[in-house]
Structures are given as structure tokens and as C-alpha cells.
């Protein structure tokens, strides 16, 4: 229900001219605010009626009169004189303003913590993904192969990324919120390696696609190596040598 009729509602002008210090007599009768009245000729009870101008109303017309106001100020004035609550009330009232500021500043916290896990989220598991990849790729073939180095970082970090994953959707709303805040760098570090992996398959993608072959001799070698590093210079990476060696089988795989 709208702020007009939930006063109109709730109070009569007799309440209004009592909080407001203007006692009926016996007769129910006060002096009339709309002219000068020597002798009590105004009727309260629900409404008002003046015997001596011929005025009437309800509280709302009988408080902006009596306080000069506006009949929205005068409605929101008596609302909040009288505790009544309305739906349109954070739109007028000052009070309904505060609430309704504490309201929103409150959403905008839930909002935050609810966008910062979703990155969080995101971000362990394009990482996990990128470790499963390189679980593919840089497993050794044998016992006497030397363990690449992203073999070793993945044997290191898999466990615990996981171990973070799991908190992050099954742990407890403070364990939640407290690992989001403590990863918060470390998001940032896998969301730039993770696309820059990401960015280097779609690379090798696009060689696979133009029929990239393996060169045959150094001067071959040297001519594709120059021909990545354009499609590289897009991309703002650079890798080495052995990384395209390396890149080149993840090619293959994208």
C-alpha cells in the first residue's frame, strides 16, 4: 500500500491535532487553524469540518495546513510521527532514506564478495585445467627422462589447487570469504599465466591450421621461428627456443 492511503489509513485527524497539541474539548471541537476562530468551531474525529469557514479534510490536508507543507511532506511527516511504514517510504522519509542507504550499501558488499569468489573460482580452475593439460603433454615417457620443468610445478601445486577448490565450494561461508581476501594476488598471477597459456594454444592452433610441418634444416628452422614470433608479436609474448619446441606439441593437442 501506497504512502497516502496507509496514513489515511491509520490516522484520524483528532490523533494528529492530539500529537500535535491541539486537545478537543468535550465536544470535540478545536479551534480552527484555516482562519481566525475566537471560539472552537472545528470538528475533529476521522476528518475535520469548520461550522464557522465550511472547511474539511482529512490528516494529511489538516497537517500541511497546520506545519505549512507540502501534502507528500505532510503525509511523510505523519508516517514517521506515527511509526507507519509504506512501500514508496525510502523514496521520502529520511529515515527510510538511512535504512534504505544501509540497504544498499549492504548489497553492494554481498555483490563484491559474491563477484570476487566467482574470479577466485574461475581462476583455480582455468588453473587445475592447465595443469591437467601439462599432465598430458610433460609426463616423462620413461624413467631416464629428465622431468620437465612444468611437470614439477604441476606434481607441486595440483594437490593444493584442488585442495583451494574444494573450500571455495563446499567449505564454510567465513573460510570462503577469508581464502578469497588471502588468494587475492595470487588470482592475479594465475589469471596472466593462464592467459598467456591459453593465448600461446590458440597460436599453435593457428599454425596446426595453415600446415605448420617440422623444418628439416636450420635455415627452415630459422624462417618458421621468425614466422610465430609475428604471430607472437600480437599476443605481446615472446618465447624461447625450447618453449616452441615445447608449444609445438601442445599444438598438436589444442
Request: hydrophobic fraction near 35%; include cysteine; charged fraction near 35%.
Amino acid at each position: 500500500m501506497g504512502l497516502f492511503e496507509e496514513v489515511k489509513k491509520n490516522v484520524t485527524v483528532r490523533q494528529a491535532a492530539e500529537l500535535y497539541g491541539l486537545k478537543p474539548n468535550r465536544s470535540e471541537l478545536i479551534r480552527c487553524i484555516f482562519h481566525k476562530d475566537n471560539t472552537p468551531s472545528m470538528k475533529v474525529d476521522r476528518r475535520y469540518y469548520c461550522f464557522g469557514c465550511g472547511c474539511t479534510g482529512d490528516a494529511v490536508d489538516f497537517t500541511a495546513q497546520l506545519f505549512g507543507l507540502g501534502a507528500r511532506e505532510a503525509a511523510v511527516k505523519l508516517a514517521d510521527d506515527f511509526g507507519i511504514s509504506y512501500i514508496s517510504k525510502s523514496r521520502d522519509s529520511p529515515i527510510g532514506k538511512k535504512k534504505d542507504s544501509i540497504k544498499t550499501a549492504e548489497i553492494i558488499r554481498t555483490k563484491k564478495r559474491d563477484d570476487d569468489w566467482i574470479r577466485c573460482v574461475r581462476a583455480y580452475l582455468d588453473y587445475r585445467l592447465m595443469f591437467l593439460d601439462w599432465k598430458k603433454q610433460y609426463a616423462p615417457k620413461n624413467p631416464k627422462e629428465e622431468w620437465n620443468e612444468r611437470f614439477v610445478e604441476l606434481l607441486r601445486e595440483l594437490s593444493y589447487v584442488e585442495y583451494v577448490l574444494d573450500i571455495l565450494s563446499f567449505g564454510e561461508k567465513w573460510d570462503r570469504d577469508h581464502l578469497v581476501q588471502e588468494k587475492r594476488k595470487k588470482v592475479e598471477e594465475i589469471e596472466r599465466k593462464s592467459d598467456d597459456y591459453v593465448c600461446i594454444k590458440m597460436i599453435w592452433k593457428e599454425a596446426l591450421d595453415h600446415q605448420y610441418v617440422e623444418p628439416k634444416d636450420m635455415n627452415q628452422m630459422k624462417s618458421q621461428r621468425s614466422w610465430i614470433q609475428k604471430l607472437l608479436a600480437g599476443s605481446g609474448l615472446a618465447l624461447t627456443d625450447f618453449e616452441i619446441m615445447e608449444f609445438r606439441k601442445a599444438g598438436r593437442d589444442a
